[in-house]
Nanobody, 121 residues
Framework: QVQLVESGGGLVQAGGSLRLSCAAS????????MGWFRQAPGEEREFVAT????????LYADSVKGRFTISRDSAKNTVYLQMNNLKPEDTAVYYC??????????????WGQGTQVTVSS
C-alpha cells in the first residue's frame, strides 16, 4: 500500500520550532518531488516547500523562506520540514504530498492525512 504518513505537529509558542516528518512507503519515490502544503481554517490549501527526492533541489514559499527547511533522508524514506521562528499565521494542518516538481497542489497526486500545527501568540 502506497502511503505518506505525517507526524510531528503540535502546539508551540510563537518563536518556537517544530520538525514535521513524512514517512513514505509502498513504492520508490526517487523520481518524485515531495512537497509540504498547509491549510488554515477557512483558507485554501497552499504551497509551503518542495524537494526533489533525487538531487535535493528545493523551493519555498516566500512566507516561510529563511524560517523553514525541507530535507529528505533516503535511507529512512522520510521527508522533513524543520520550522523555526514560528508565527501564529503558520497555524494550519500541514500535508505531505508526492508528485511532479511544482508549487501547485494540482501536480501532487499522493497525499498524507495531515498533521495539525498550532502556534500561540
Amino acid at each position: 500500500q502506497v502511503q505518506l504518513v505525517e507526524s510531528g505537529g503540535g502546539l508551540v509558542q510563537a518563536g518556537g520550532s517544530l520538525r514535521l516528518s513524512c514517512a513514505a512507503s509502498g513504492r520508490t519515490f526517487s523520481s518524485y518531488a515531495m512537497g509540504w502544503f498547509r491549510q488554515a481554517p477557512g483558507e485554501e490549501r497552499e504551497f509551503v516547500a518542495t524537494i526533489l527526492w533525487n538531487g535535493g533541489s528545493t523551493l519555498y514559499a516566500d512566507s516561510v523562506k529563511g524560517r523553514f527547511t525541507i530535507s529528505r533522508d533516503s535511507a529512512k524514506n522520510t521527508v522533513y520540514l524543520q520550522m523555526n521562528n514560528l508565527k501564529p499565521e503558520d497555524t494550519a494542518v500541514y500535508y505531505c504530498a508526492a508528485g511532479s516538481w511544482s508549487t501547485s497542489l494540482k501536480n501532487y497526486n499522493l497525499w498524507g492525512q495531515g498533521t495539525q500545527v498550532t502556534v500561540s501568540s
